[in-house]
Nanobody, 125 residues
Framework: QVQLVESGGGLVQAGGSLSLSCAAS????????VGWFRQAPGQEREFVAG????????YYADPVKGRFTISRDNAKRTVYLQMNSLKPEDTAVYYC??????????????????WGQGTQVTVSS
């Protein structure tokens, strides 16, 4: 099993940047693919970005391509989401989630097994 804790959310103006972190527990973290998801008020949760267990593969949802970058440091058991050129429509609670022995792209179509508690990102216009 793995436990996930997000941090780094906050309030930022449109066009600004934020960096989210997802810290994991568990000695097998390097075998998990990890994704970032978000849920805005009144909307369904959506996939944002995913990264494979070694960090060699990444996959992004179209709305964030070219603006967001996902990365990981397995030695620190942490996954990051760098968000640039933020827009008001990026406002949401952001969650990281993990699943073992799967791919970054697969996270977009199948809800992972393990989830963090979420962190709020608010982008003002």
């Amino acid at each position: 099993q793995v436990q996930l804790v997000e941090s780094g959310g906050g309030l930022v103006q449109a066009g600004g940047s934020l960096s989210l972190s997802c810290a994991a527990s568990g000695r097998t973290f390097s075998t998990y693919a990890v994704g970032w998801f978000r849920q805005a008020p009144g909307q369904e949760r959506e996939f944002v970005a995913g990264i494979g267990s070694s960090g060699g593969t990444t996959y992004y949802a179209d709305p964030v391509k070219g603006r967001f970058t996902i990365s990981r440091d397995n030695a620190k058991r942490t996954v990051y989401l760098q968000m640039n050129s933020l827009k008001p429509e990026d406002t949401a609670v952001y969650y990281c989630a993990a699943e073992r022995f799967t791919t970054a792209q697969s996270l977009a179509s199948r809800a992972p097994d393990y989830w963090g508690q979420g962190t709020q990102v608010t982008v003002s216009s």
